[in-house]
């Protein structure tokens, strides 16, 4: 199935072979594909699953009311944060030597992180700069794919001399 998936990947890239190393244009692809997924994941759950309707809880310590665009944002954070780590792992950064526990936990660090860094860079470039939400984004969306990259390839999925 690796070998199926990377073969498909690779036949797209020659026109990017100029400006992307192998491995970078994999990472993207693989990014792509999950960034595509929480796309369609985050429109089925928000539609279908809790009709646009907020979620009431009851449970100590957790609000009473969670929107349902919030809700459907974390039951798509879940699925996506399964789908990246599955395709990093056993399809980009196979050579990593680090315990897959190991790896997990350091996945989930950057993928909180990136979180984080989201809602931040979101709120100071719309609300202090002013810029419109949506470039604001795609700014956001190319500085932490950079980051991102070296993150896991340096960190996460590193591989021990």
């Known amino acids: 199935m690796r070998k199926a998936l990377l073969r498909l990947i690779d036949f797209f890239y020659p026109p ?8 970078t244009f994999r990472y993207l692809v693989s990014g ?6 929480g796309i369609v994941v985050y429109y089925i759950v928000y539609n279908w699953v809790l009709h646009q309707e907020d979620v009431k809880l009851s449970i100590p310590y957790l609000p009473n009311l969670i929107t349902a665009p919030v809700a459907a944002l974390a039951i798509e ?17 196979t050579k990593s030597n680090l ?11 950057v ?4 979180i984080l860094l989201n809602l931040a860079m979101l709120k100071v470039l719309v ?15 190319v500085i932490l794919t950079i980051f ?3 993150s896991q390839k340096y960190f996460t999925f590193k591989v021990r001399k």
């Open 127 to 141: 609300e202090a700069f002013g810029f419109y939400p949506t470039i604001s984004k795609i700014i956001i969306t």
């Open 99 to 109: 315990k897959g526990r190991i790896q997990l936990f350091r996945y989930g660090s």
């Open 77 to 93: 954070s879940l699925i996506t944060f399964c789908i990246g780590f599955i395709l990093n792992k056993y399809l980009i950064f």
């Open 16 to 23: 990017f072979s100029r400006w992307l190393s192998l491995h």
């Open 111 to 114: 993928f909180v992180t990136n």
């Open 32 to 37: 792509g594909t999950t960034a595509a997924s």
């Open 148 to 150: 991102s990259y070296f």
